[in-house]
């Protein structure tokens, strides 16, 4: 049965190669040989294949025909796109959700940064990373449009990778990653759509002062 613990094959073989990739543990360029990754998931090969078919829909690997994957190199122009996608889609959100959220929009905000603060403590940047991504699909989400969540979803599997690239050559970064996210916080809080705009784009715009 293509099923285990009450999660498909299928779908943990994606989320486990998923994980892989956006940590960078798998670089641009890796090959992923379908008997590898059978060995490592320790499953067929039949829901390999499936992961894969959505890596590649995603963007995130390129299929090599009846062999496996390769892990997709992602070029300083396509990360430019998805920054400049991904920027839209939050400063527009931040006009529409500063002054207009509920009580539980800001718990959820709340635990998350602090969460962000055990991650920096424990000098987990692979948490911290997840959670950064989270604390920005949240404010995404809080739009209540499912086309702009599944966009932003898309682009943060892509994003992520150059998020951490950000990280790892500055690890003081974190600190200042992290004040930002308490300030976007309380300018959502406020009333002021344009302050709240312009905290994330620097906030955003601090990713392209180190990738270019």
Excluded: C
Aim: aromatic residues 8%.
């Amino acid at each position: 049965m293509d099923k285990q613990g009450g999660v498909t094959l299928r779908e943990r073989a994606f989320q486990t190669m998923k994980r892989h990739i956006v940590n960078g543990e798998w670089p641009g360029g890796t090959f992923l040989s379908e008997t590898f990754l059978s060995e490592l998931l320790s499953m067929s090969k039949t829901p390999i294949r499936s992961a894969l078919d959505r890596l590649d829909m995603m963007g995130l690997v390129k299929l090599a025909p009846k062999q496996g994957a390769f892990v997709q190199e992602l070029s300083l122009k396509k990360i430019l796109e998805f920054y400049e996608l991904r920027l839209s889609l939050e400063t527009y959100a931040a006009r529409k959700l500063t002054g207009r959220m509920d009580a539980a929009f800001f718990r959820r905000l709340d635990d998350n940064i602090a969460l962000q603060d055990e991650a920096i403590r424990a000098d987990d940047v692979s948490r911290y990373v997840e959670l950064d991504r989270e604390f920005h699909a949240m404010i995404v989400a809080g739009l209540d449009n499912e086309a702009y969540t599944d966009v932003m979803s898309r682009i943060q599997d892509k994003f992520l990778l150059a998020v951490r690239m950000t990280f790892a050559r500055n690890r003081r970064r974190l600190l200042g990653s992290i004040d930002e996210h308490r300030r976007i916080r309380e300018a959502l809080a406020g009333r002021d759509p344009a302050l709240t705009e312009r905290l994330i784009e620097a906030h955003i715009e601090y990713v392209k002062k180190i990738m270019f």
